[in-house]
């Protein structure tokens, strides 16, 4: 596996690729790898014949008060994983690279009403930092597919979106969810739990299992999630939201059918999501 650092090389690598005919796969990441994003990779090897890992950790997608300075940084790690895992090549850009006017006065990439409420709401600007790294990302690399997580729900829905609405020619692969064995969506964040935390956080999947199957039952969606957001605070959490859309992110009305369960919340100074798709009665 080779890493990259600059754009020029970057080019002059794809371009070998391309004259070999062959199709280019695509895996954005910040970074502090694990097991789900290595998914990624596996998934992207399936659909094309050279991946790409990126590891990046975008500045734009971080508001005031998070955790840009304390974020991961474990490159060497990476490398490691991402050649075990089959990546044919990583580029990891410093922010001078992606930036190189800094972030004042950039042009960015806004994909409204999917990009509104949920983390959205709790973090405003993020989406507009994800779709505007994912489009430059894009634009320097020209996958043919790309693959992304679907712990990352509404983030997935937004780059589905933009790549339909600004018409790029790339295939976007949802990838399910990995977890842990108790449960719990693996993340980066997840490093942030101490002990005690951590034998908590696997609560946020149960209660949304339980909702599920109460739900798929046809209990009434308002109250259910009442006693879903009850039972997290019980647990220690503290809900950012508990929220039931149509799979496409819409509100839920008579009609729908495919729904997702997406939940938010803080444990500590750690914030966790997850989300469930079911299927509401008729």
Do not use: W
């Amino acid at each position: 596996m080779r890493t990259l650092r600059d754009i020029p090389a970057l080019r002059e690598a794809l371009g070998e690729y391309r004259r070999r005919g062959q199709r280019i796969g695509l895996v954005p990441t910040m970074g502090n790898l694990h097991a789900g994003h290595l998914s990624l990779v596996e998934t992207a090897r399936r659909h094309a014949d050279v991946v790409i890992a990126t590891v990046f950790v975008n500045p734009l997608q971080f508001g005031a008060g998070e955790d840009l300075d304390a974020y991961p940084r474990t490159l060497a790690d990476d490398q490691a994983k991402l050649e075990a895992a089959g990546c044919d090549l990583l580029f990891a850009p410093s922010d001078a690279t992606l930036y190189p006017r800094g972030l004042q006065g950039l042009a960015q990439v806004r994909v409204p009403v999917v990009s509104e409420g949920l983390c959205g709401g709790s973090r405003p600007g993020h989406f507009d930092g994800v779709a505007t790294v994912v489009s430059i990302l894009f634009n320097l690399v020209q996958p043919d597919v790309a693959c992304f997580g679907e712990k990352d729900y509404q983030q997935l829905a937004v780059i589905r979106k933009m790549v339909a609405d600004l018409h790029f020619p790339i295939e976007i692969v949802g990838v399910p969810i990995v977890r842990a064995e108790d449960g719990l969506a693996l993340s980066s964040r997840n490093g942030y739990l101490d002990a005690r935390e951590r034998d908590t956080a696997a609560e946020l999947q149960r209660t949304l299992v339980a909702l599920r199957e109460v739900l798929e039952a046809g209990a009434p969606i308002e109250a259910t999630l009442e006693t879903g957001l009850a039972r997290l605070r019980e647990a220690g959490f503290e809900p950012d939201y508990l929220e039931l859309r149509a799979a496409d992110l819409t509100p839920v009305d008579a009609t729908t059918r495919g729904a997702v369960l997406l939940a938010a919340a803080r444990l500590g100074k750690t914030r966790l999501i997850d989300n469930l798709t079911l299927t509401l009665p008729h």
